[in-house]
């Protein structure tokens, strides 16, 4: 891929516009030292073969990818993304990529001034079946339409406190992923699982903390949590959310919910309502 031409900009201590609050965050944070960079490169295009040096975009950008790995770094975070695992990149905000070997990686490129983001930081997504077609039939078509309402708003509807929850690919690992998001409330054990499987305990959560980077516990962990805000926005009472995802108590369901989300449930719904409201 052709390179294109780079511009560098050193980084100064001039205050961003009020309206960029994603800009004033990383430049408040890059002078911190969280990205080890001396210059920030200003560019819309460029791509190396193994990655992006730190630079800055003018644009919203949405990163999928469909094949392989990839490392994004932004105010000193690393966020890894998968097949199922996307990421946000609000205008005006640091950051550089490693790609991993035949990684195929999909940008889509939003301007600020059409598109308001629901995210001030770089924030990873969960990606839907719906959203994964969407994006790869963008790329089979011969002239993308720019600028799409309709498409950022596809890529923005998930909702937005919903945990990173990578897939498994091997065939153990994949099949108790599987039906589980089916039925997050399924209280079988990983030996459980492994047995009706054919297969061992010890394989079978080593596959998951090698295809997701998760252990099982983890794992599922996440997905009830992400299941449980879904049932919560349906208006359900969360002695019956947490019973519906297979927590043992409400109590443990409520520990669980503020350890990953620093909140409540009853807050979160509360929180969520005047969000819709405004």
Request: aromatic share 6%; net charge negative; with cysteine.
């Amino acid at each position: 891929m052709a390179e294109a031409a780079l511009r560098t900009v050193a980084p100064t201590g001039a205050e961003p516009a009020p309206e960029t609050q994603a800009g004033a965050r990383a430049a408040s944070e890059a002078s911190a030292g969280a990205e080890p960079a001396s210059e920030v490169l200003v560019d819309d295009e460029f791509i190396a073969a193994g990655g992006h040096p730190t630079h800055v975009h003018d644009f919203h950008q949405f990163l999928h990818v469909p094949l392989g790995r990839i490392v994004v770094t932004a105010l000193g975070r690393d966020h890894e993304l998968s097949p199922s695992i996307a990421l946000w990149i609000p205008a005006g905000i640091p950051h550089s990529a490693r790609f991993d070997p035949d990684s195929l990686v999909v940008p889509e490129n939003f301007d600020p001034e059409l598109h308001r983001l629901p995210y001030s930081e770089v924030t990873s997504v969960n990606v839907s079946g719906a959203q994964r077609q969407l994006l790869l039939s963008r790329m089979r078509a011969s002239e993308p339409t720019e600028e799409n309402p309709a498409l950022f708003a596809a890529l923005c509807s998930g909702h937005r406190d919903v945990l990173p929850l990578p897939r498994p690919t091997g065939r153990s690992a994949a099949t108790v992923a599987g039906e589980l998001m089916r039925n997050p409330g399924d209280p079988r054990t990983a030996s459980e699982w492994a047995e009706s499987l054919y297969t061992s305990s010890t394989s079978l959560r080593r596959a998951f903390r090698a295809e997701t980077g998760l252990a099982f516990s983890e794992w599922r962990a996440r997905l009830r949590l992400n299941h449980s805000l879904q049932l919560l926005a349906a208006g359900h009472m969360v002695s019956t959310v947490a019973a519906r995802v297979g927590f043992v108590s409400t109590n443990g369901y409520i520990l669980a919910f503020r350890r990953y989300f620093g909140e409540t449930p009853g807050a979160c719904v509360k929180r969520s309502a005047t969000r819709t409201a405004a």
